[in-house]
């Protein structure tokens, strides 16, 4: 389990059992012990992940890319995504998240995963049935929560035949930190680079030069955890080209420099990159 704190909220991973190991890569939590509402709107990233977000409090807010605001539903699946979102709580917090593997929702959502590629979608509107054991377990305490969706996503799992394939080669992806060519990817899936990408698109929600250019953009917060060096090295280290090679990509999938952003850093960000996550993060493969 790995948890981390902050002055108003408390994040958390679980890991799955197998077999849900080999589609999710953690359920997390993410708790206020203090008056979260003045907390300050903050942006998560692209990482790469899709989410299940089953939400036990209160709303959270969404600042749109026009300045407008509006409430996130209760429970809901987030999509990849390619540009941030800003989001802030209204008063308490009590999430509980399921983050898959790339390509590990097929497994049990049956949509294209593209349709829903920079949008948060009501899970009702998704799958009413899994809406209604969210509800079911409510009034349940969180251990209790997290128990049995793990149950009802393992019932799931157990009931579907899937290519495992595009999981794995997601997962090695992951594990070179998206130093892997297209070429290579399309080799490796022994398909061709057309194919690829359709599939991609319909299994990971982006195609495969965008997801690698994803997982090494988050690669720059793990590199700026373990050392302390200028922004030159740390594009070197990453697989940049240089400094404003990376530059672009921060202004492309965090709309504002790297120093701004490690400057207005706050909790929710911090939570939500792939610093502080196992490199391997799958058992695929």
């Given at each position: 389990?790995l948890?981390?704190?902050?002055?108003?909220?408390?994040y958390r991973?679980?890991q799955?059992r197998?077999?849900?190991?080999?589609f999710i890569?953690?359920?997390?939590?993410?708790?206020?012990?203090?008056?979260?509402?003045l907390?300050k709107?903050?942006?998560?990233?692209?990482d790469?992940?899709?989410?299940?977000?089953?939400?036990f409090?209160?709303?959270?807010?969404?600042?749109?890319?026009n300045g407008?605001?509006?409430?996130?539903?209760?429970?809901f699946l987030?999509?990849?995504m390619?540009r941030p979102?800003?989001i802030?709580?209204?008063?308490a917090?009590?999430?509980l998240g399921?983050r898959?593997h790339?390509?590990?929702?097929?497994?049990?959502l049956r949509?294209?995963m593209?349709e829903?590629?920079?949008q948060i979608v009501?899970?009702?509107?998704i799958d009413?049935?899994?809406?209604r054991?969210?509800?079911?377990?409510?009034g349940?305490?969180?251990?209790q929560k997290?128990?049995?969706?793990?149950?009802c996503?393992a019932a799931?799992?157990?009931a579907t035949k899937s290519?495992?394939r595009f999981?794995?080669l997601?997962?090695?992806?992951?594990?070179?930190?998206?130093r892997i060519?297209?070429d290579?990817?399309?080799?490796?899936?022994?398909?061709?680079?057309?194919?690829?990408?359709?599939?991609?698109?319909r299994?990971?929600?982006?195609g495969?030069?965008?997801f690698c250019?994803?997982l090494?953009?988050?690669?720059v917060?793990?590199a700026?955890e373990?050392?302390?060096?200028?922004?030159?090295a740390v594009?070197?280290?990453c697989?940049y080209y240089d400094?404003?090679?990376?530059?672009?990509?921060?202004?492309?999938?965090?709309?504002q420099?790297?120093?701004a952003?490690m400057a207005?850093?706050?909790p929710l960000?911090?939570?939500?990159?792939r610093?502080h996550?196992?490199?391997?993060d799958?058992t695929a493969?």
């Amino acid at each position: 389990m790995l948890g981390r704190t902050n002055q108003t909220m408390r994040y958390r991973e679980i890991q799955p059992r197998p077999p849900l190991d080999r589609f999710i890569e953690c359920f997390w939590t993410l708790e206020s012990y203090g008056n979260a509402a003045l907390t300050k709107p903050e942006s998560i990233l692209p990482d790469g992940c899709v989410e299940l977000i089953l939400n036990f409090g209160t709303p959270f807010r969404e600042l749109t890319e026009n300045g407008t605001e509006r409430q996130q539903p209760a429970h809901f699946l987030v999509g990849q995504m390619t540009r941030p979102v800003s989001i802030s709580p209204t008063g308490a917090v009590q999430l509980l998240g399921v983050r898959f593997h790339p390509g590990g929702t097929a497994q049990f959502l049956r949509i294209p995963m593209d349709e829903i590629t920079n949008q948060i979608v009501e899970l009702d509107a998704i799958d009413p049935a899994l809406a209604r054991d969210v509800i079911a377990v409510a009034g349940s305490s969180l251990p209790q929560k997290i128990a049995a969706i793990e149950t009802c996503l393992a019932a799931r799992a157990a009931a579907t035949k899937s290519d495992f394939r595009f999981i794995e080669l997601a997962a090695g992806a992951v594990r070179r930190g998206g130093r892997i060519t297209v070429d290579r990817l399309s080799v490796a899936a022994g398909v061709s680079g057309r194919q690829l990408e359709r599939r991609f698109l319909r299994e990971v929600g982006i195609g495969p030069k965008m997801f690698c250019r994803i997982l090494r953009f988050q690669q720059v917060f793990r590199a700026l955890e373990q050392r302390d060096t200028g922004w030159a090295a740390v594009a070197t280290d990453c697989g940049y080209y240089d400094q404003a090679h990376l530059i672009r990509d921060f202004q492309e999938f965090a709309h504002q420099t790297p120093a701004a952003l490690m400057a207005r850093s706050g909790p929710l960000t911090e939570a939500f990159t792939r610093k502080h996550r196992s490199k391997s993060d799958s058992t695929a493969g």
